[in-house]
């Protein structure tokens, strides 16, 4: 499982090095491959054995429903594979770094099965937002 947040910078080439405590999870469990897609504003990288699932999650879905037109327009479209190279670093396309407004410092978000990358100044704001939220929902979530 992914846990944890980490800051990295990205390179001028876009280069980004996978924190080590991601690249053990991904060598121990998975093969060394995320697939990279946008999604609420930053990107979401999965194990390419996840991002499997996911596919055929959304392949089995009612193709003709507009909702599942918009996801495969949006998540599926972008998506990505991003191998890791023999320095433990992913490329991030020119597209996937626009979208997620990352050009130079990058926070690394563990999200069980996922990862999320953000850009440092949006993390700031979601993650403030969150801890608003969560004590808003404390009574929920003891549920």
């Not at 897609?37 to 003709?64: K, M």
């Not at 191998?83 to 069980?112: E, N």
Request: include cysteine.
């Amino acid at each position: 499982m992914f846990r944890g947040r980490f800051e990295h910078s990205i390179d001028s080439k876009g280069r980004v090095s996978v924190p080590s405590k991601f690249r053990e999870v991904l060598s121990t469990n998975y093969d060394e491959r995320l697939i990279i897609t946008n999604f609420d504003g930053c990107l979401w990288a999965y194990p390419s054995q996840e991002w499997q699932v996911i596919e055929e999650r959304v392949s089995s879905l009612p193709q003709f429903k507009p909702e599942v037109k918009a996801l495969q327009r949006v998540f599926i479209s972008a998506a990505t594979e991003c191998p890791i190279d023999k320095q433990g670093r992913i490329l991030i396309p020119p597209t996937l770094r626009d979208y997620a407004g990352i050009s130079k410092d990058l926070v690394f978000v563990g999200m069980t099965k996922r990862i999320e990358l953000w850009s440092i100044e949006r993390w700031k704001k979601v993650f403030t937002q969150s801890q608003d939220d969560i004590m808003e929902m404390a009574e929920k979530l003891a549920d």
